[in-house]
C-alpha cells in the first residue's frame, strides 16, 4: 500500500514493544463505578479457550467505559494483577467503588483486605445464565418451567434508574425479593437444585445499587468490549503474551484514546 513490503515479523515486534508500554488502571476524575469480567481465549499447547483473558472497565462521566485493568490466566481466580495498579485510585475516590461482576468470587478475593467496594451483581447477565443452569438441570429448553424461570428473572432484574424515594426504593426491592422466592420454590420442589442454588447466590447482590440510591444497570457494557476482543482473538491460537499484547493495543485504540 505504501510502496515497500513491510516483514510480519517487523509489526509483531512492533506490537509487542509499544503493548509492552501501554498501562492500564483507574482515573480518579472518572465515575466510581466500573465492571469485570473475562473471556476464554485460546492457547496454543492447551486444548479449547485455554486461557482466561480478564477485563476491568471503568465508566465515563461523558458515557461508555475506558480500559483500567487488562490481564490473562486461570479460569476462577487470579484475578490481583487486573486491579493491582489501581489500589490508591480506589482508596482516593470519596465515595465507594461500584463493582459490577457476572458472579466469580474469585474477583471479590483479590480486592479483599485492600479496598472497599460495593458489589453490583451484573443484571444482565442474571437471566442469560439461568439457562445454562437449567440445561444443567435438564429442564427442556423453551417449556413452560424453562420460560417460567427466565422470563421471571428478566422481569425482576428489570430496574427502573434514578429511583430517589427511599420508601420507593425499600418497596421495589421487597416486592422483586419476593418474586425471586416465587421463583425459587418450585426450583426446590422439582429439584432444579443449579438453578435454585444459583439465584440464591446472586440474591444478595442483585439490589445493592438501588438500595444505596445509585443507578442498578441492567446491561452489561464490557459484554460489548468482550466482543471486540473475541473478533481479534478468536481467529487462531496464541502464546499468551502475544494475545494478550494485541489485545492491549486494540482496546486502547478503542477505549482509551490511545493511537499509535
Given at each position: 500500500?505504501?510502496?515497500?513490503?513491510?516483514?510480519?515479523?517487523?509489526?509483531?515486534?512492533?506490537?509487542?514493544?509499544?503493548?509492552?508500554?501501554?498501562?492500564?488502571?483507574?482515573?480518579?476524575?472518572?465515575?466510581?463505578?466500573?465492571?469485570?469480567?473475562?473471556?476464554?481465549?485460546?492457547?496454543?499447547?492447551?486444548?479449547?479457550?485455554?486461557?482466561?483473558?480478564?477485563?476491568?472497565?471503568?465508566?465515563?462521566?461523558?458515557?461508555?467505559?475506558?480500559?483500567?485493568?487488562?490481564?490473562?490466566?486461570?479460569?476462577?481466580?487470579?484475578?490481583?494483577?487486573?486491579?493491582?495498579?489501581?489500589?490508591?485510585?480506589?482508596?482516593?475516590?470519596?465515595?465507594?467503588?461500584?463493582?459490577?461482576?457476572?458472579?466469580?468470587?474469585?474477583?471479590?478475593?483479590?480486592?479483599?483486605?485492600?479496598?472497599?467496594?460495593?458489589?453490583?451483581?451484573?443484571?444482565?447477565?442474571?437471566?442469560?445464565?439461568?439457562?445454562?443452569?437449567?440445561?444443567?438441570?435438564?429442564?427442556?429448553?423453551?417449556?413452560?418451567?424453562?420460560?417460567?424461570?427466565?422470563?421471571?428473572?428478566?422481569?425482576?432484574?428489570?430496574?427502573?434508574?434514578?429511583?430517589?424515594?427511599?420508601?420507593?426504593?425499600?418497596?421495589?426491592?421487597?416486592?422483586?425479593?419476593?418474586?425471586?422466592?416465587?421463583?425459587?420454590?418450585?426450583?426446590?420442589?422439582?429439584?432444579?437444585?443449579?438453578?435454585?442454588?444459583?439465584?440464591?447466590?446472586?440474591?444478595?447482590?442483585?439490589?445493592?445499587?438501588?438500595?444505596?440510591?445509585?443507578n442498578g444497570r441492567t446491561t452489561s457494557k464490557v459484554e460489548r468490549l468482550m466482543r471486540t476482543v473475541n473478533m481479534r482473538a478468536n481467529v487462531s491460537?496464541?502464546?499468551?503474551?502475544?494475545?494478550?499484547?494485541?489485545?492491549?493495543?486494540?482496546?486502547?485504540?478503542?477505549?482509551?484514546?490511545?493511537?499509535?
Amino acid at each position: 500500500m505504501f510502496g515497500w513490503a513491510v516483514d510480519k515479523m517487523t509489526v509483531w515486534g512492533a506490537v509487542q514493544k509499544t503493548a509492552s508500554e501501554l498501562e492500564f488502571k483507574l482515573d480518579g476524575n472518572e465515575f466510581p463505578c466500573g465492571e469485570a469480567d473475562g473471556t476464554g481465549v485460546g492457547i496454543t499447547g492447551i486444548a479449547k479457550r485455554g486461557k482466561e483473558l480478564k477485563v476491568f472497565v471503568q465508566y465515563k462521566k461523558s458515557g461508555g467505559v475506558r480500559v483500567a485493568g487488562l490481564d490473562i490466566g486461570n479460569y476462577n481466580g487470579a484475578w490481583d494483577n487486573l486491579f493491582k495498579k489501581s489500589i490508591e485510585v480506589f482508596r482516593g475516590f470519596r465515595k465507594e467503588f461500584i463493582l459490577i461482576t457476572d458472579g466469580d468470587t474469585s474477583i471479590l478475593d483479590s480486592l479483599k483486605g485492600k479496598v472497599k467496594v460495593i458489589i453490583q451483581r451484573c443484571l444482565w447477565h442474571i437471566p442469560y445464565q439461568a439457562k445454562y443452569v437449567l440445561w444443567q438441570d435438564q429442564v427442556k429448553h423453551k417449556s413452560s418451567e424453562w420460560l417460567y424461570v427466565v422470563s421471571e428473572l428478566m422481569e425482576i432484574s428489570a430496574i427502573r434508574p434514578f429511583v430517589d424515594c427511599k420508601k420507593t426504593i425499600e418497596a421495589i426491592i421487597e416486592s422483586k425479593k419476593k418474586r425471586l422466592e416465587e421463583v425459587m420454590e418450585p426450583c426446590r420442589r422439582k429439584e432444579y437444585k443449579h438453578t435454585a442454588a444459583y439465584i440464591e447466590n446472586a440474591e444478595p447482590y442483585m439490589f445493592t445499587a438501588i438500595e444505596r440510591r445509585l443507578n442498578g444497570r441492567t446491561t452489561s457494557k464490557v459484554e460489548r468490549l468482550m466482543r471486540t476482543v473475541n473478533m481479534r482473538a478468536n481467529v487462531s491460537k496464541w502464546s499468551k503474551a502475544g494475545v494478550l499484547n494485541v489485545t492491549k493495543i486494540r482496546l486502547a485504540y478503542y477505549y482509551n484514546g490511545f493511537d499509535a
